[in-house]
């Protein structure tokens, strides 16, 4: 599978960004996908996950100012950020979790086998 990520930009801190990742490969329908994120010497950190089903799960951090959903038909997965804050500055990647397996509770990097090469999202105070 091949995911392709864009959206990201610089806009200032208060601002939106609409992120995208689209899916190459059969059973995109089916597998869970997650966002997250990576800043310059941090951990890669979950920011949003869905389910096949339309389940979602989110960063403590980014509840109220992020919404992640899908659209299989399009084979596209989105994440909008409002209220963007500095400390959001990061590489923004989308990745796929192995078909058949559904979304955990607290998703870590190791439970996707699929990754994107990320969106750069910039944000200025």
């Known amino acids: 599978v091949q995911l392709q990520a864009s959206g990201g930009g610089l806009v200032e801190a208060g601002g939106s960004l609409n992120l995208s990742c689209t899916a190459s490969?059969?059973?995109?329908?089916?597998?869970?996908m997650a966002w997250y994120r990576q800043a310059p010497g941090k951990e890669r950190e979950l920011v949003a996950g869905i389910s096949n089903g339309g389940m979602t799960t989110y960063a403590d951090s980014m509840k109220g100012r992020s919404t992640i959903s899908r659209d299989n038909a399009k084979n596209t997965v989105y994440l909008q950020m409002i209220d963007l804050k500095p400390e959001d500055t990061a590489r923004y990647y989308c990745a796929q979790r192995p078909y058949g397996l559904g979304l955990p509770m607290n998703p870590n990097p190791t439970d996707f086998d699929s990754w994107g090469q990320g969106t750069l999202v910039t944000v200025s105070s």
């Open positions: 490969g059969s059973f995109y329908s089916m597998n869970v």
